[in-house]
């Protein structure tokens, strides 16, 4: 009888070891421990300008790679940062594993640190160079960051797990974040539109980007913020106005019975992007003119083009011109966000 006690209690202990060692590790946030820079923030790619794949097994040469590379590589861009401290946080709450929390902790400070007084976040930080350092909503960047600490400041999405102490500085941040967008949405004639893809981080005033990403509207990265401003319990009546307009705009200059049709392979060059009819589809064109409301086109030598058709081939086929990023939000999201808010 003890002989069996003793059997099976070795068997429950090997089955929880066992179960421990499976549920301690994550491969992934392991590769993303390693990735991670000096300052907090993580790289979307290495200094050899090699793109982070965390798919990639750690050789002994990417090893030096990932070492070589320096924290002004830190960046907001492609999701960098966000994307890791989201999966972290999500590792730890799976295996309590207290390096993937320690990481994602430091990832936040990182995010705190890099906001502006005036509440925006640049695209790297800490690196000043070119339009890096505008405020920078492209591809939602900024907005991602604010999710995250809005998801802080409400514990939600597994954010419960890191310190109580980032919920006051969360609510802090996004207060100031908040702030930042409502005074960056374009205003037309003293009516609000919507916003630009980024902004001079002193003036406040849409900036350009890339060659072929001029200060314009920007409806994708719009679209991000607005969904971003719905999350707000109980909204001010700036906050309300705010989503108000945009949706108002969306509504007033979407293209309806167009498609976007663009290369699967745009290299090839087989066949140029272009819309197409469509009775089914919704679209809006990636810029618009500042004051004019009208589609603009970005090329790689600087020059903007009112027409699709004026760009040459390979921005042609190498860009989202246009998208149906609205088209949930006014049709769904916005008025179930109305039943709620529309007072």
């Known amino acids: 009888m003890m002989k069996m006690r003793i059997l099976l209690s070795l068997i429950c202990s090997t089955l929880l070891l066992s179960c421990y060692a499976q549920q301690s590790v994550d491969s992934t946030a392991d590769k993303m421990l390693v990735y991670q820079l000096g300052n907090g923030g993580w790289p979307k790619q290495l200094e050899d300008k090699s793109v982070v794949n965390y798919d990639a097994a750690l050789t002994p040469a990417l090893l030096d790679k990932i070492k070589a590379t320096k924290d002004l590589h830190a960046t907001f861009d492609n999701k960098a940062t966000s994307r890791e401290v989201v999966y972290l946080v999500k590792a730890y709450k799976k295996t309590q594993n207290k390096a993937y929390l320690a990481a994602a902790e430091k990832g936040l400070d990182y995010i705190l640190s890099a906001q502006y007084a005036n509440g925006g976040w640049p695209q790297y930080y800490p690196d000043q160079s070119s339009y890096r350092s505008e405020i920078t909503y492209n591809d939602d960047a900024m907005i991602n960051v604010l999710n995250i600490l809005q998801d802080i400041a409400t514990q939600t999405n597994d954010f419960d797990v890191v310190n109580p102490a980032y919920m006051k500085k969360a609510g802090k941040a996004i207060a100031n974040g908040i702030d930042c967008i409502l005074k960056t949405q374009v205003k037309q004639n003293g009516v609000l539109s919507i916003w630009a893809a980024q902004y001079d981080k002193d003036s406040m005033l849409p900036a350009k980007a890339r060659a072929f990403e001029p200060a314009s509207l920007s409806t994708s990265e719009s679209v991000g913020i607005v969904r971003f401003l719905m999350r707000i319990k109980n909204p001010s ?40 009819e469509d009775s089914t589809a919704i679209a809006w064109a990636r810029f618009y003119d500042l004051d004019k409301n009208t589609p603009i086109f970005g090329d790689r030598d600087n020059a903007i083009k009112t027409k699709l058709e004026e760009l040459s081939l390979e921005r042609r086929n190498g860009y989202a011109w246009y998208g149906n990023w609205a088209q949930k939000l006014i049709e769904k999201e916005y008025p179930k966000w109305l039943t709620t808010n529309g007072k």
């Open 237 to 276: 009546v700036a906050e309300k106005k705010a989503i108000t307009a945009a949706v108002k705009w969306f509504d007033t200059y979407k293209i309806v019975g167009f498609r976007f049709d663009r290369p699967k392979n745009p290299k090839a060059n087989v066949k140029a992007a272009a819309l197409i």
